[in-house]
Every structure is written in C-alpha cells, then in structure tokens.
C-alpha cells in the first residue's frame, strides 16, 4: 500500500468515515507486516498508530486516534492486529546507532568433539561422512544435520566414549542420534551423549542450555535428558528443554506424547502436551504452556508473551553474540512480540523500540537498556 493512500485512510479512519471495505484494507495492511510486526496491546495501538502517522509525509504534527475500535472489529472476527514497524524504520531517530557495526544475526555453527578428544567444527565440514570412530560413521547431510549410523559387520568394538555438540553464541545446530532422535539445539548450549547412546537400559544425554527433541521410540531404552537438578524421562515424545545457567528455572515444554520430570531429591511431576514443568529452587511446578511462543526459536522467531526486557534480552544477546546492560530504570512490566531471527540486531532493537516502551544505546557490541 502506497502511503500516500494510507495516510488518506487514517484520516478517514480518524473521521469516521471509513467503509467497512476501508476499515477491511486497514487491517489487512497491519496483517501484511505480520512477521516484521508485533502483537500489542490495545493500549499500545494507539500510541504506535499516532507515530506511524506522523512519520507518514506531511503529518509531522498530525496525530491519529486509534483507539478500540480497530481492535475490537479485528477480535470479533479472530484477528491479531500487528503494526507495520518497517514503515518507520529508516526514519527513526530513537536508537542511536550511528558509525556503530552491524550486528547479524546468528547462523549454523558447532563444534562436535570425539570420545579421543578430537574436535571438528560442523559448519565447515563437507558434506558426506565426516569421521569414523568405533562402531559408528558420523556423516553431514546437504542440510547440515549431522547423522549418527552404527556400522554393521564389522569387528570393531562400539565405544562408550562420549561425544558432545556445542553451539557458541550466535550458533545453532541438528544432530539426529543413533536410534533416530533428531535434537535441534539452541545457542550457546551443548549436548552431551555416548556415541551408542545406551547406558545400561536407558538412552541419556546431557543438556546445557535449550534444545528441542523428537524422540524415537524405544519401550526397551528410555529416553533420559539430564540436566542441572533434574533428568527428563521419555518414551518416544516431542518436548523442549531451557536450561540455561543465566535463567532463573528450567523449563521443560511438552507438544507431544508425555514425560516425567524428576528432580535430585526424587520429586516427580508427569506433564501432558501444552503445558510445563518449571524447575525453580529445586521444586516443581506445572503450567500451561504456548508451545508456539516457546518453539518460534526452532522455527526462526522470537516470540514474547508478556515477558519483561530482561527475558527477552537474554534470549537476543545469546542469539546474537551481545552485552547487555541495564539503566536503573529499564521497564520491568511485559511485552508481547513477534520477530524473525533473521534480521540484524538493530532492526530487533528498532521493533523492540516501537512499543514505546523501551530504548536502547548500542556501543560496538554492548547495548544499554533504558526506559
């Protein structure tokens, strides 16, 4: 949409004038920016609409009234109205980023180490088989996913040695394990398993970090995720792990099948599809969960639910390699936001931004958080 035609409709959206074929474009127009936008309050409807306006030509002191009408049209019909932030990106003047690097975003790197401590990093092995160790071939596929394969007839012993994957800052990467589980680890996070997987009856892996895991399923071998205070039992399940050191709780998110969490002292909780275990002082709890909010990193966003600066902060300096500090009066109450991990940093500060809430001074790679 031209915006001289859209800043025609928000003057007849302010009259009143606009037909419901009107009102029906308006909407669309936020829906078409929907991976770029964020989901607001109605509150902060008003607000934004009021700057996109006057960054519109010829509007510098004009301001628009959207108000609950909008969003009140756009719910009766099951709508999210998002705002279209690209519109004033190039203009904004708010974050100060001049002669300062551009920041992207974070990509498929890792490093795997061997049972003999040999290392490779992932991102720069060619594709096909990677290495042979006993019993096993590690190879990379043409979409990067790294693939355990046990060797059949052969005289080698299988070893026990343990393996491990580790992402940096900035990094991600995919394993699929000898019996077929695929895990997609986050950044700055690391998986640690025995090449055969098996120990005794059960197969076990150790998580720093996040990950998200499709277990195969196996009555015979249990699947066990442990991690700082806690182990995971599964037999065959879909669910995402966030146990990072610098998060206040471990999250154990279920979007398929059932697991049981069991932390070091013996307490268990079994949780079922769209809800949580949260992890906190050594005690359980179990809430509903939005599977889609806590799995938009596997699929390339951010999404936030009423999460404070700080939450979503940490989530942006781990996936972008960044320092972050906090004025005194950095906002503490939630936003709700969606955007795509493919941007640079600064167009996910800009976003952040826009709410009203929020501002930022970026120095190199350090970015200070103030109200």
């Given at each position: 949409?031209?915006?001289?035609?859209?800043?025609?409709?928000?003057?007849?959206?302010?009259?009143?004038?606009?037909?419901?074929?009107?009102?029906?474009l308006l909407e669309a127009w936020y829906l078409q920016y929907n991976e770029q936008g964020l989901d607001i309050s109605s509150k902060k409807i008003?607000?934004?609409?009021?700057?996109?306006?006057?960054?519109?030509?010829?509007?510098?002191?004009?301001?628009?009234?959207?108000?609950?009408?909008?969003?009140?049209?756009?719910?009766?019909?099951?709508?999210?109205?998002?705002?279209?932030?690209?519109?004033?990106?190039?203009?904004?003047?708010?974050?100060?980023?001049?002669?300062?690097?551009?920041?992207?975003?974070?990509?498929?790197?890792?490093?795997?180490?061997?049972?003999?401590?040999?290392?490779?990093?992932?991102?720069?092995?060619?594709?096909?088989?990677?290495?042979?160790?006993?019993?096993?071939?590690?190879?990379?596929?043409?979409?990067?996913?790294?693939?355990?394969?046990?060797?059949?007839?052969?005289?080698?012993?299988?070893?026990?040695?343990?393996?491990?994957?580790?992402?940096?800052?900035?990094?991600?990467?995919?394993v699929k394990l000898p019996d077929g589980t695929t895990v997609r680890i986050n950044s700055a996070s690391s998986l640690q398993y025995r090449a055969?997987?098996?120990?005794?009856?059960?197969?076990?892996?150790?998580?720093?970090?996040?990950?998200?895991?499709?277990?195969a399923k196996d009555r015979n071998h249990p699947f066990i995720v442990k991690t700082a205070g806690q182990q995971i039992e599964v037999l065959g399940?879909?669910?995402?792990?966030?146990?990072?050191?610098?998060?206040?709780?471990?999250?154990?998110?279920?979007?398929?099948?059932?697991?049981?969490?069991?932390?070091?002292?013996?307490?268990?909780?079994?949780?079922?599809?769209?809800?949580?275990?949260?992890?906190?002082?050594?005690?359980?709890?179990?809430?509903?969960?939005?599977?889609?909010?806590?799995?938009?990193?596997?699929?390339?966003?951010?999404?936030?639910?009423?999460?404070?600066?700080?939450?979503?902060?940490?989530?942006?300096?781990?996936?972008?390699?960044?320092?972050?500090?906090?004025?005194?009066?950095?906002?503490?109450?939630?936003?709700?936001?969606?955007?795509?991990?493919?941007?640079?940093?600064?167009?996910?500060?800009?976003?952040?931004?826009?709410?009203?809430?929020?501002?930022?001074?970026?120095?190199?790679?350090?970015?200070?958080?103030?109200?």
């Amino acid at each position: 949409m031209e915006k001289e035609h859209l800043r025609e409709l928000f003057k007849k959206y302010k009259a009143g004038t606009c037909t419901e074929e009107e009102k029906a474009l308006l909407e669309a127009w936020y829906l078409q920016y929907n991976e770029q936008g964020l989901d607001i309050s109605s509150k902060k409807i008003k607000a934004i609409g009021e700057r996109i306006f006057r960054e519109l030509p010829g509007n510098e002191h004009a301001f628009i009234k959207i108000g609950l009408q909008l969003a009140a049209a756009a719910a009766a019909i099951g709508i999210a109205i998002t705002i279209a932030l690209n519109i004033f990106f190039s203009a904004s003047e708010e974050l100060k980023m001049s002669n300062t690097p551009k920041i992207l975003p974070g990509k498929n790197t890792a490093l795997l180490t061997l049972a003999n401590g040999q290392q490779i990093g992932l991102d720069t092995a060619s594709n096909g088989n990677i290495v042979r160790q006993q019993g096993f071939a590690i190879t990379k596929a043409a979409n990067g996913l790294i693939i355990y394969k046990s060797i059949h007839g052969t005289d080698e012993p299988t070893t026990t040695g343990m393996n491990a994957i580790a992402t940096p800052k900035g990094g991600q990467w995919q394993v699929k394990l000898p019996d077929g589980t695929t895990v997609r680890i986050n950044s700055a996070s690391s998986l640690q398993y025995r090449a055969n997987l098996i120990n005794g009856r059960y197969r076990e892996v150790y998580l720093k970090g996040e990950a998200y895991f499709e277990v195969a399923k196996d009555r015979n071998h249990p699947f066990i995720v442990k991690t700082a205070g806690q182990q995971i039992e599964v037999l065959g399940t879909h669910f995402n792990v966030n146990a990072y050191p610098d998060e206040p709780d471990t999250r154990t998110t279920l979007a398929e099948g059932s697991v049981k969490v069991t932390t070091v002292s013996g307490n268990s909780r079994t949780i079922s599809p769209g809800h949580q275990a949260i992890l906190t002082n050594g005690n359980i709890t179990v809430d509903q969960a939005d599977t889609d909010d806590i799995l938009a990193w596997t699929k390339g966003s951010f999404h936030f639910h009423d999460e404070n600066i700080r939450e979503i902060m940490r989530q942006v300096a781990r996936w972008y390699d960044i320092e972050v500090i906090y004025n005194a009066n950095a906002p503490q109450h939630g936003l709700n936001g969606r955007i795509s991990r493919s941007k640079e940093l600064s167009q996910v500060l800009q976003a952040l931004e826009a709410t009203g809430s929020v501002h930022f001074k970026q120095e190199g790679r350090r970015i200070t958080v103030m109200q």
